[in-house]
């Protein structure tokens, strides 16, 4: 199990002004960084992925769809969906990661007014199994994340999402388990891991406000029991928001101070999924 750190809590786009923020987390014991992949160019992401790994940290990358959309029925849209998780997956392959994950399934916040439908799953596994395979080139695999229903509609409980894995069949697509996303939607957190843990493929660590892990309601150690008797041995990475930046801010819905300091939820979070995942049965 390896623990890692979303840097979306200080930026959308990684550069060598946030190299302290980073030294900052090697310091703290974090095996390595999750790195948002919204804007760049694949030669910006090779030359930070060899910093990363000089400093010896592992990587992760995280991005949203930000051009198509893989549930359309225009062909053009999904054409432009898939164009955007190669390139998510070549900035993933540069940065010398092994997970790309985000929800990739379809823009934020873009509803129809139901749930999904047979034609948007099956237009959802034509185009995430042709990009699995691109992924597979690289040794990556995708974790598609299931959001809660106030960001979108077509994948939001781990049941979906693990009829999603099934149905793509690709030994490296897998899906990413988010105890905020989850705490909204699931009646247990910690039941959907034995049920879907052979689709699981990434986890993040988030609070019920996306604020300190452990200083909210979500019962951690539980969920850290559950991953653990089931031999998850993937990155357990914390996502966390603030309101440093206005547009993300506006886009995760943070109104008010969720922490004193970026840094009590870094070394707090730490310290609870190591000791945390230590205690666990």
């Not at 940290?57 to 051009?67: E, F, K, N, T, Y």
């Not at 559950?226 to 819905?253: H, N, Q, V």
């Not at 943070?254 to 190591?274: N, Q």
Request: proline share 4%; charged share 20%.
């Amino acid at each position: 199990m390896k623990l890692g750190f979303n840097l979306l809590l200080w930026t959308t786009h990684v550069t060598d002004a946030h190299w302290p923020i980073v030294e900052q987390l090697k310091a703290t014991g974090y095996d390595g960084v999750e790195i948002p992949l919204f804007e760049g160019d694949v030669g910006h992401y090779e030359r930070l992925g060899r910093r990363l790994a000089e400093a010896g940290l592992g990587v992760s990358g995280i991005g949203v769809m930000a051009g198509g959309n893989a549930l359309s029925p225009d062909k053009a849209a999904r054409d432009a969906a898939l164009a955007h998780i190669r390139w998510l997956i070549d900035c993933t392959a540069a940065l010398g990661g092994d997970i790309c994950a985000g929800p990739f399934h379809q823009p934020l916040g873009e509803f129809s007014g139901r749930g999904p439908t047979g034609d948007e799953i099956s237009r959802c596994v034509e185009v995430h199994r042709a990009a699995a395979e691109y992924a597979a080139r690289f040794g990556i695999t995708l974790a598609v994340e299931p959001l809660n229903r106030f960001e979108c509609y077509f994948l939001n409980s781990a049941a979906q999402a693990a009829d999603l894995v099934r149905r793509v069949g690709a030994p490296n697509y897998g899906y990413l388990y988010d105890t905020f996303h989850f705490n909204i939607e699931e009646n247990s957190i910690t039941a959907v891991i034995p049920e879907t843990i052979e689709q699981i493929a990434h986890v993040h660590i988030s609070e019920n406000n996306r604020g300190v892990p452990g200083a909210g309601h979500i019962d951690f150690g539980s969920v850290f029991t559950a991953l653990k008797r089931c031999g998850y041995d993937g990155w357990m990475t914390i996502e966390a928001f603030g309101s440093a930046l206005p547009d993300l801010a506006a886009a995760t819905k943070i109104w008010r101070p969720l922490f004193a300091a970026e840094s009590d939820v870094y070394e707090k979070g730490f310290t609870l999924m190591r000791q945390g995942w230590d205690r666990a049965g």
